[in-house]
């Protein structure tokens, strides 16, 4: 029985070679050429039971690897292995390779950061940044102290408060929303979806730019959302506690603000 043949019977070399790297065939015909001397290739795929042209594959690969040399004799060409420890000279290569792509790859990306840094700076990325605010005390304290930054984000997109909006909200806020009704520019626009409800009938063409689309019968909002400019504000008055929800994240909340325009758009 071959030397290769031998050995390839032993799973533990065959599995030494993998992980060093070689295939199968690979580690076949180096082992039948340390046995063998030197050889012919195509005495090689014989002894091996390759396909010669697979042989002259790997044979390329081996030398590439300084595994396999060639010897010239006459008109003939043959290969040797060369010794055992050109194994472990050959990790050794491939490891200062892999260090210098390394050093390549890591100066490139120095270069890349400098071009990617100003995207981040950019009005299509934000950071998102989330507040909570539970008791209706702190729901009011927000209403107050935060009403004037909704006011300049929006007045930096199309002016105008979309969503949806709990008729109990208006109940329970009003004074904060008459306060902040007569605090809004001439270009301000309200656009809100809410409930059938008696307040809202009673309001109906008495607040400036303010207009409410009433959802079907069917369809009730318990809780209140907003899209201001870059925030996206959300309350529930229905149980107690009250709480809040202020989230400052630009591409939410303008993809918010697309689906509520598109929605306003569909509905008469």
């Not at 599995?15 to 065939?25: A, E, N, P, Q, V």
């Not at 996206?232 to 929800?245: E, G, L």
Request: net charge positive.
């Amino acid at each position: 029985m071959l030397l290769c043949q031998k050995h390839f019977n032993n799973m533990l070399l065959e599995d030494y070679f993998s992980k060093i790297g070689l295939s199968l065939k690979e580690a076949r015909v180096y082992l039948q050429l340390a046995e063998s001397g030197k050889s012919s290739a195509s005495n090689i795929a014989k002894l091996c039971n390759l396909k010669r042209p697979t042989t002259y594959s790997i044979l390329e690969t081996l030398e590439q690897k300084n595994l396999v040399s060639q010897l010239k004799e006459a008109d003939q060409t043959y290969y040797q292995a060369t010794e055992a420890s050109a194994i472990l000279k050959m990790l050794e290569s491939e490891e200062k390779a892999f260090q210098e792509k390394m050093q390549i790859k890591k100066a490139l990306a120095s270069e890349l950061i400098k071009e990617v840094e100003p995207f981040f700076k950019s009005t299509n990325y934000s950071i998102p940044k989330l507040k909570f605010y539970e008791g209706t005390s702190e729901v009011n304290k927000m209403l107050y102290e935060d009403c004037f930054n909704w006011q300049k984000s929006i007045a930096h997109y199309d002016n105008t408060w979309w969503g949806y909006q709990d008729h109990g909200f208006v109940e329970q806020y009003f004074d904060w929303l008459n306060y902040y009704w007569e605090l809004r520019t001439k270009d301000e626009q309200i656009k809100l979806f809410s409930n059938k409800s008696e307040i809202e009938s009673k309001l109906k063409g008495q607040i400036r730019n303010r207009t409410i689309k009433i959802v079907p019968d069917k369809s009730q909002f318990s809780s209140t959302i907003w899209i201001l400019g870059e925030y996206v504000i959300t309350i529930m008055s229905r149980q107690k506690p009250h709480y809040a929800f202020v989230l400052k994240d630009t591409v939410f909340a303008s993809n918010q603000r697309q689906m509520f325009q598109l929605l306003w758009m569909s509905r008469k």
